[in-house]
């Protein structure tokens, strides 16, 4: 499936057998991450993950946006207000550090062998 946004996108500690509330979303490391959602209707996305077979994706269902906190490595609360990719992105992780992952939160597609090449 063509990857607009990349790969790479984030990662959390279990994935790589760290025992920590810690997640990398676009290269920011974030301890005890937390999230809430606004009211907003949840969307639906469709997400890979490197925990399941390379290739699968699942349709999920995920806040629009919302707002996102965790400490920094030195220990600073951050705090904001996020939407599109990140906050997709930011929810793929944090289900991981809730011992879910998107093949138990959606549902498997089927996805064509070969995607015609926008241009």
Request: with cysteine.
């Amino acid at each position: 499936m063509d990857q607009p946004n990349g790969d790479h996108l984030g990662i959390a500690a279990p994935q790589i057998g760290i025992n920590k509330r810690m997640i990398i979303v676009n290269g920011v490391p974030m301890i005890n991450p937390s999230w809430k959602p606004t009211d907003a209707p949840l969307e639906i996305v469709y997400e890979g993950c490197y925990s399941l077979r390379s290739g699968d994706i699942y349709k999920v269902e995920r806040s629009k946006y919302g707002w996102a906190t965790w400490q920094d490595m030195n220990g600073y609360t951050k705090k904001y207000q996020i939407k599109g990719i990140q906050a997709i992105i930011f929810q793929h992780e944090l289900s991981h550090l809730d011992g879910k992952c998107c093949n138990e939160l959606g549902t498997l597609v089927e996805v064509p062998e070969k995607l015609p090449i926008k241009k």
